[in-house]
């Protein structure tokens, strides 16, 4: 048996234009290896440039990678592209495909006739997925005339009506309102464990999605993949050190406090009238000292916390910065 997924050494480089005709090589994925198993649902989460696209691109058959292999059920993506596209759907966040003239269930169908459906089955797997993305009332609409949402939702729906077994989700609940992104995440849930030997690849940058829907999460930033578990063992790497949130009015600067012994990361987000610090201790009691250094300086500490840790705590640990902070600037 082979893994769904398997992934050797890959790498992409990219040449990007910088000012005045000069190149400069990105390294999109350094030599990432990776194996996931039949029935997975599996999470790559990072920041934005972290390499999650071109992962999911290169996988799905859409750019070759620079060197290394990537098979997809036991099939190499380079060699034999056409195999692999016989057996996976992707669907990217964002997207704008399809054509405006037609409406969202003429859409749907005609996908569905591209992987040769039968036409009952189609039109019964059709009905089921408005249903499941709450597009019912918009079966008819033109889809030129959708929000960015609803067509966002169409889009999903697409990725499965051909009930493929492999499926690539390249950020899939972007730009959806919080009650459609839930739908959608249960949805995701209960595709693959209704349906044995599926297999889902996800890209996101929220963590809670990372650690509520998936089975195993790879940690990934600039093209490198740093860590790579279950988001319960993951956290668990955290779970020894203290994990405090602090709010804090008054404070110029917080080199100081990074800088302190016993402190092995802070992450300050400067907000309207205070800065939220997030702080990783390697022990409880470093924290007296940090609020005697605190209140020292003339500050005022206006909330404190110990939290367990987040996937973003164990992103800030390997990292060294917030993914949060990153996508804020989205
Ligand atoms: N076609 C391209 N040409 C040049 N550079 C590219 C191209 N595609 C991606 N890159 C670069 O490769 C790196 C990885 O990009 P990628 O799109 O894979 O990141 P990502 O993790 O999907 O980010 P995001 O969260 O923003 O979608 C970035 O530095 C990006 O600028
Ligand atoms: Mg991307």
Redesign the pocket.
Known sequence: MHPAIEVIQLK?L???KQARRTWRT?V??DSVDLEIEEGELFGVL????????????ILATLLLPTSGQAFVDGIDVVKDPFSVRRRINMVSGGEHSGYGILTVRETLWMFSQFYGVPGRVARQRIEELLRVVGLEEEANTKINRLSTGMRQKMNFARGFVSDPKIVFL??PTLGLDVGAARDVRNFIKSWVKDRPGRTVLL?T?YMTEAEELCDRVAI?DR?KILACDTPENLKRRVKKDSVFHLEVEGLASWDGLRGLAGVKQLVATPRDGFTELRFILEREDVLSRLLGEITNHGSRVLYLKKTEPTLEDVFIELVGRSLEVDTAE?
């Open positions: 992409r990219f040449r990007k990105v999109a994925l990072g920041p934005n440039g972290a390499g999650k696209t071109t992962l999911i691109k390249d950020e890209t940058h990934i093209g989205r």
